[in-house]
């Protein structure tokens, strides 16, 4: 898939499955259908997307969909959406309870939205902040969630924090499952 730079997924299509579009390095743009319904585990791990509009019949879009991409720096979702918004640049559960993802077109100067309960796996792999606010309201900060570019000066966090999974701050390389420290 390296030649790739752009695709167009026909209508009709309602998964896009794990892995699909994984380290396409030079896909920069991909045209969801109406149709599409679920965006699988690592569907666009590492690929070069540097935007993306989730379409209104979106319901499941697995936490690492677009873990480490890099180049992704805008997000948008339909109005119509039932299960997900973007507020700034980042996924959200439509309740706004689970912060899947947030890209590199987010304020470095990062603050959780308040109401955010979980910030998904690898939610802000590779994105380059400054500090980090982290609200009260969040109770599970789930691994590799801020690791990667480890260019933050400082993380507030809030008490209600409960857990916090493996190197959600640390800094390294994601390579399948496996991540490598500096």
């Known amino acids: 898939c390296q030649k790739l730079s752009h695709v167009t997924i026909r209508e009709g299509i309602k998964s896009l499955p794990r892995g699909i579009f994984a380290y396409c390095s030079n896909l920069s743009g991909i045209l969801l259908p109406e149709s599409l319904e679920t965006i699988g585990e690592g569907a666009?791990?590492?690929?070069?997307?540097?935007t993306i509009n989730i379409p209104e019949n979106v319901n499941?879009?697995?936490?690492?969909?677009?873990?480490?991409a890099k180049h992704?720096?805008?997000?948008t979702v339909a109005e119509k959406n039932e299960s997900y918004i973007a507020k700034e640049n980042m996924l959200l559960s439509k309740d706004g309870k689970k912060l899947v993802c947030g890209t590199r077109g987010v304020n470095q100067n990062l603050v959780i939205p308040d109401g955010v309960e979980v910030i998904g796996t690898g939610a802000f792999l590779?994105?380059?902040?400054?500090?980090?606010?982290?609200?009260?309201?969040?109770?599970?900060?789930?691994a590799y969630a801020f690791a990667g570019e480890n260019t933050y000066t400082s993380v507030t966090m809030a008490d209600g924090v409960e857990?916090?999974?493996?190197?959600?701050?640390?800094?390294?390389?994601l390579v399948g499952n496996n991540f490598y420290q500096d």
């Open 44 to 50: 666009l791990m590492l690929s070069g997307i540097t």
């Open 60 to 68: 499941n879009i697995d936490s690492t969909a677009f873990l480490s």
């Open 72 to 75: 992704l720096k805008s997000l």
């Open 126 to 142: 590779f994105v380059p902040l400054k500090t980090i606010t982290i609200p009260a309201s969040v109770r599970v900060i789930e």
């Open 163 to 173: 857990e916090i999974g493996d190197y959600a701050f640390g800094a390294g390389i």
